[in-house]
């Protein structure tokens, strides 16, 4: 499909507005406004046709790819289904017609909503009290690491400046540490998978203020020493940080406070199903053990003389770090899904994401390289490094899924395994579409080996062929102009 024909669509003097006469006077304009914001000449902007631009819209929302449209098992990103009655439940009047800046009086319905999200999630990850305002899970990192930082210096121990870190930990978690201040410092992990324990030993010291874990880990394996490595932090007087992203693996089953975490992150808009993708909005509540608790962001809400309320007056808080309640509407939606799924849903969704990664994995390593051939969870990670000896890359291979019409996984990350791939097939898929897309990849390995060009050319038939990525990257058309249109 030719771009021109999707994207360039003005022609001059078409119109697809029509707009009232200006009723106010030129001299009370120039009166009111300064000279120099008044606009001489018309904007540059697309002249395109109601019609037009209404087919336009239409035509790019149908080539929009989503986990609506088909398997989309981007690993560490937990892409379930959304059901529908959370989005039912959001756009309820009693939620959108209220303004946050009302008196506690007239929103006690949505103040005790947030109180009890509270309980739910405490409850969840064994946490005494949860924070919502995050706006999303890197959001949720650096609130919780200024709470370990300000906890460190209220008692008086405010030159610990290191933060541990995994050498398969998410990007966010050294970004987010250096942001509050911390040096960052790379733990190993060993030939299982786990973190390295010699290692980790040999870099206790005084300064140390913490480390940060994610259980399962990107690898998508579980910690098998994990109330070792939290006990081995806690003698050496640091804090123990848990990265939620991939809580979806033992929701219900295990929880990280009673693994030995001090704080945690969660990611609403991965493990409690809501919609997430093209950059939010998403909600990264972080929670705290009691100790930390007068340390959370402020407002907390309580419950006192049988009334919800805004509890400001907290001298050890790090402060508001997000207008108001955070992404309140996305917060309703994970609500309703608690509450839809129950204790006992939210356990089988576990187990269910658990099976289904395991089967899928078990059905492709005989195609591609599993580096760690052990129980997964929620995910694992394959290697295309036979692929690479043959001339195949895992990009060819992601770009060959998507003529298959599947959304490939996350490749190249983590790091720490060569030619990664990083499945996530989730709970919310079915045995035969988990089926049909280990069909489909065993099909593209053999591929590789009968006829590479087919992968290398790949993808065939989407709208936009394989771009060239390294001039996408440092000359990016993020809107359109005028002088585009000529390009």
Known sequence: MNRKLIFEKSIKGRKGYALPECDVPAQAIEDIIPKEYIRIEEPELPEVGEVDTVRHFTLLSGLNYGVDNGLYPLGSCTMKYNPKINEDVSRLDGFTGVHPDLPDSAVQGCLELLYKMDLFLSEITGMERISLQPAAGAHGELAGLMMMKAFHQYHGEG?????????????????????????????????????????????????????????????????????????????????????????????????????????????????????????????????????????????????????????YDRPLSIGRVRSYFGNFSVIVKAYAYILTMGAEGLRHASETAVLNANYLMHKLKKNYELPYDRTCMHEFVLSGRHQKDIGITVLDIAKRMMDYGIHPPTVYFPLKVKEAMMFEPTETESLETIDEAAEILMRIAAEAEENPELLKEAPHRTPVARLDEVRAVREPVLKWHAKNKEK
Do not use: W
Request: proline share 7%.
């Open 159 to 311: 030159h610990r400046n290191k933060i541990i870190v995994p050498d398969s930990a998410h990007g966010t978690n050294p970004a987010s540490a250096a942001m509050v201040g911390y040096e960052v410092i790379e733990v190993k992990t060993d030939s299982r998978g786990n973190v390295d324990l010699s290692e980790l030993k040999k870099m206790m010291s005084g300064g140390i203020a913490g480390i940060m874990l994610t259980n399962p880990s990107t690898l998508g394996l579980f910690e098998e020493n994990i109330c070792e490595i939290t006990d081995i932090i806690h003698k050496a007087g640091g804090l123990v940080y848990y990265d939620g992203a991939n809580l979806n693996a033992i929701m219900g089953i295990t929880r990280p406070g009673d693994m030995g975490f001090d704080i945690v992150h969660l990611n609403l808009h991965k493990t409690f199903s809501t919609p997430h993708g093209g950059g939010g909005p998403g909600s990264g509540p972080v929670g705290v053990k009691k100790d930390l608790v007068p340390f959370l962001p402020v407002p907390l809400i309580q419950y006192k003389d049988g009334q919800y309320i805004r509890d």
